[in-house]
């Protein structure tokens, strides 16, 4: 008796211990997360200098939000940046993560490999990209460069043509992501069980063989959780674009992402629109980090 | 006959694992090459005066880095104290993110009580959902507080970051028995005591990667800063590097704006490359278990 009320006074602890995350989470994530809603249904912005709303309008935010056509082109932008991205990153990570866990390839240096492929991570995004800017400027160093060894004979104006900003963009982001995913992959990889892939080889399977066989059916729950990360963390794509052209998402706003969008209705102070974005984007992220969560509960038991 | 075959099979196999080892050097040191050439022109740029940068690329280092770097000081950005107030906010961000987090995950890894399950469950739920979403709710919140144009908004809510808490309970999970607690308790500590004296040490190498992660994510951070932050003198090095991006850059002294460039990437890199070993392997032990 005495020990139950002993133990029962010790776990009001785990409450208490719990204070801190529960007020902050409530006071800056959930208050606002119930106010960007409700903001959503409401007419409220500026047109000049008249004040219009707040006003309720229902839905008729989430109607103008998708109807007026913005919406759909920035979501295929945001998109196309993150496939630009994410193909070629997934397939230098798996390469990499399968190289540097083959025992028989015995790689040298593997930590000097690892420390600068996980380098790009850590750089701020908004200087990276302000860097790249700079680079590829009309007379950057790369078009001097370029110029100087003879591939081209005018500087290429990286930043008018839509396929090369694009590219640049989806360039900066695979350098930053690539080294992080390699290292969650080769994790991965090492989890295998080694005795697969020795029983592999006894049988004369080739190192392709075991790659596409054992490897990769194997590593299916850790891609999909790389790539559902990678997709929230591509529809959040913001920094790098919103640098490198100035917010105005040129050339004719085809590199212009969502956050961009959302960034500038915060901006304008059209709480109506932006809510509505907002929540939008909500659900979207909801549901794959539902996905994600599925993925991580599955692999903690 | 079938002796042979095998010998036959083993050099060839020894030759493929050469070739592909081979393949493999190249290809890292050409990544290498990728990751590095950005911030090694970057490097010889900041080195070099405006009127030769206007003279084309060269691979080697100038002597004006000394110059560049007293005119960029010397001049309109006020990069000192946007370094200041970059630092200030990323250490305590830093601090407080893993102190209580650590706090939250000590509460579901060694309690028993009947929200639990609930709340480790939440915490997972939202613990990828963007800030993004919440912004507009969040300036409106901080305009009504009077807490706008302050570094508090940008510090205060890390006490509930969710990654943070998630990689402290795998680490407990793996690292730390209730039986410890429990003798803590025997010997007469409070439960305060014992978390702050005893499962805080325990959890130093997880509280240290952890540190750098959100220090450098709060250093770099642009998004939510650029919304809070309107004065100049409260402005942190993301939000100046945006300005130097939208003022008419052309009119700038080039060897600056590669010097406010290199100001802001290097001491990461700097810190990065002495730390690199526990961060790397660090990257892992917060996601799922392959």
């Known amino acids: ?301 | 006959m079938a002796a042979n075959n095998s010998k036959a099979g083993q050099t060839d196999k020894c030759a493929s694992v050469h070739v592909r080892r081979v393949i493999a050097y190249i290809v890292l040191i050409l990544i290498s090459f990728l990751c590095l050439f950005w911030f090694y022109v970057l490097f010889i740029n900041a080195t070099r005066s405006n009127a030769e940068l206007g003279g084309g690329f060269t691979p080697v280092p100038s002597n004006h880095f000394i110059e560049n770097w007293t005119n960029l000081k010397n001049g309109t950005l006020p990069i000192f104290n946007g370094m200041l107030n970059s630092l200030i906010i990323s250490v305590l961000t830093a601090t407080l993110a893993t102190y209580f987090s650590t706090m939250t995950a000590y509460a579901i890894h060694a309690y028993q009580f009947k929200a639990k399950k609930f709340m480790f469950t939440f915490i997972l739920m939202v613990m990828m959902i963007p800030t993004q979403v919440t912004a507009l709710g969040f300036i409106q919140l901080i305009g009504k507080m009077g807490l706008d144009n302050t570094a508090i908004p940008l510090i205060v809510p890390a006490i509930a970051s969710p990654a943070v808490f998630f990689y402290m309970k795998q680490y407990m999970d793996s690292t730390l028995p209730l039986s410890l607690i429990e003798a803590a308790r025997i010997d007469g500590s409070g439960e305060f005591k014992t978390f702050n004296q005893i499962v805080l040490p325990l959890m130093k190498p997880a509280i240290a990667v952890q540190a750098i992660f959100s220090f450098v994510a709060s250093w770099n951070n642009y998004f939510t800063p650029a919304l809070v932050l309107h004065e100049d003198k409260k402005k942190t090095l993301p939000i100046l590097i945006a300005q130097l991006r939208a003022a008419d850059w052309l009119k700038f002294d080039m060897g600056q704006v590669y010097m406010m460039i290199a100001f802001s990437i290097f001491p990461v890199i700097i810190v990065y490359l002495i730390l690199s070993r526990h961060i790397v392997s660090g990257v892992t032990l917060g996601s799922v278990k392959g």
Not at chain 1, 187 to 209: N, P, R, Y
Not at chain 1, 240 to 248: A, E, F, K, R, Y
């Open chain 1, 1 to 301: 008796m005495n020990k139950k009320s002993k133990v029962v006074r010790y776990n009001k602890w785990g409450y208490i211990f719990l204070i801190p995350f529960i007020v902050t989470y409530v006071v800056f994530q959930l208050v606002p997360l119930v106010s960007t809603v409700y903001n959503s249904f409401f007419e409220n912005y500026r047109s000049g200098l008249t004040q219009i709303g707040p006003n309720f309008v229902g839905l008729q935010n989430y109607v103008t939000i998708i109807q007026n056509g913005d919406l759909p082109t920035y979501f295929a932008n945001t998109m196309i940046m993150w496939v630009m991205c994410f193909v070629p990153q997934i397939i230098i990570s798996l390469l990499l993560g399968a190289w540097f866990t083959d025992p028989s390839l015995r790689l040298k240096c593997q930590q000097f490999f690892k420390t600068v492929i996980y380098l790009p991570n850590l750089i701020m995004a908004s200087a990276f990209a302000m860097l790249f800017f700079t680079l590829f400027a009309d007379s950057g160093p790369i078009n001097s460069m370029l110029m100087q060894i003879g591939v081209l004979d005018e500087a290429y104006k990286f930043m008018s043509n839509v396929w090369s900003v694009r590219t640049l963009i989806a360039t900066m982001n695979c350098l930053m992501w690539f080294g992080n995913t390699t290292i969650l992959l080769m994790a991965g990889m090492m989890g295998i069980d080694t005795s697969l892939f020795e029983a592999a080889q006894v049988d004369g399977a080739t190192a392709t063989q075991i790659f596409y066989r054992i490897t990769l059916p194997l590593l299916k729950p850790i891609l999909v959780y790389v790539m559902i990360t990678s997709l929230i963390g591509g529809l959040q794509l913001f920094d790098v674009p919103q640098i490198l052209t100035n917010g105005t998402g040129d050339p004719m706003r085809s590199s212009m992402t969502l956050i961009m969008y959302l960034n500038k209705h915060l901006y304008s102070k059209n709480f109506g629109l932006g809510g509505a974005l907002s929540v939008i984007l909500f659900i979207v992220t909801g549901i794959l980090s539902l996905i994600v969560y599925k993925i991580t509960v599955k692999e903690e038991d």
